[in-house]
């Protein structure tokens, strides 16, 4: 791993995220998260003041050091235990099959290889009652904007840690075994290829 991508990469997604926009989503989804949480792409735990008191714990998935250790800092503040787990999503985590109330993944899925896989995981530890709660950009209903997607994700993909622009996120949710019992899109602001975005949430089918 490059020092860009090792210690300029996680700043600069921290400062992107740290913008009203998403903070008024996250503070519209994640409050509905309740029990045992499991995190999915934590990153720099900017999640972690939107809890509430519902949340028993939350367990933290990222495979970025420099990201974990701003999320630490977070942590601190934070009147419910976190856990960190330094490792990629896709990989088998360490959790019995049906042992979480709620998983969150918030502008994640883009930048995951194997964003499938990565659901597979999700949908196996997510109890059958609980929710997955999702914000995502993604793939725009617009052809024009779909078509400076695709031409522009190779490139941001290297600029950007992987993030792919044009992933349709709803059908990926739905083939990973999950009904998506609400669902909200629309462009935020700044250029549309970027922007296009999925809140919602899924249950198991």
């Not at 903070?23 to 934590?42: C, F, M, Q, T």
């Not at 622009?165 to 549309?192: H, M, S, W």
Request: proline share 6%; glycine share 8%.
């Amino acid at each position: 791993m490059g020092l860009y991508a090792k210690y300029v990469l996680p700043r600069l997604i921290d400062l992107a995220m740290r913008n009203k926009d998403a903070a008024r989503l996250r503070a519209s989804w994640i409050p509905r998260a309740r029990g045992d949480v499991l995190e999915v792409g934590i990153g720099s735990g900017l999640n972690l003041p939107f809890y509430s008191s519902e949340v028993r714990q939350i367990r933290g998935v990222d495979p970025s050091g420099e990201l974990q250790r701003m999320a630490g800092k977070r942590a601190i503040d934070s009147p419910i235990p976190v856990e960190f787990l330094s490792q990629s999503a896709e990989e088998s985590l360490a959790m019995a099959d049906e042992s979480m109330d709620t998983v969150v993944v918030t502008w994640t899925l883009c930048s995951i290889p194997n964003a499938a896989k990565t659901l597979e995981q999700m949908r196996r530890v997510l109890k059958r009652d609980g929710r997955l709660i999702f914000i995502e950009h993604g793939r725009a209903p617009d052809p024009s904007v779909v078509v400076w997607q695709d031409r522009l994700t190779p490139i941001w993909k290297r600029i950007g840690g992987g993030c792919h622009l044009n992933r349709k996120v709803d059908d990926l949710v739905v083939e990973a075994g999950f009904q998506i019992l609400e669902l909200k899109t629309c462009y935020l602001p700044g250029p549309r290829p970027m922007t296009y975005t999925y809140q919602g949430c899924a249950q198991r089918m």
